[in-house]
Nanobody, 119 residues
């Protein structure tokens, strides 16, 4: 069974940092696209950052200069380094990936990890 597992969230003070991880497991042939989204209470889910298999990267305007997305293709894992955190960054962060198995092309979501920024 192919799945994405998020980890690395937590409670942090304003200005603090965290590193989120998203590991894809199962019989994966290739991962084309990995992304991080977030959803705050009462708000729609929004894209935070994405990275293609070739390394092209996009960020939401609100996180540019503070967040860094990366991926380790050998480990089928994406990371989101979040620095200079603000209270408005508080949300559940979800990993998303477009990937190919031997039999299908899938779009998967991780289970989400809570990031809370508060003093």
């Amino acid at each position: 069974q192919v799945q994405l597992v998020n980890s690395g969230g937590g409670l942090v003070q304003p200005g603090g940092s965290l590193r989120l991880s998203c590991a894809a497991s199962g019989s994966i042939f290739s991962i084309y696209y990995m992304a991080w989204y977030r959803q705050a209470p009462g708000k729609q889910r929004e894209m935070v950052a994405n990275i293609t298999s070739g390394g092209a990267i996009n960020y939401a305007t609100s996180v540019k200069g503070r967040f860094t997305i990366s991926r380790d293709n050998a480990k089928n894992t994406a990371y989101l380094q979040v620095n200079s955190l603000k209270p408005e960054d508080t949300a559940v962060y979800y990993c998303n990936a477009n990937l190919e198995t031997l039999t299908a092309t899938l779009n998967l979501w991780g289970q989400g990890t809570q990031v809370t920024v508060s003093s």
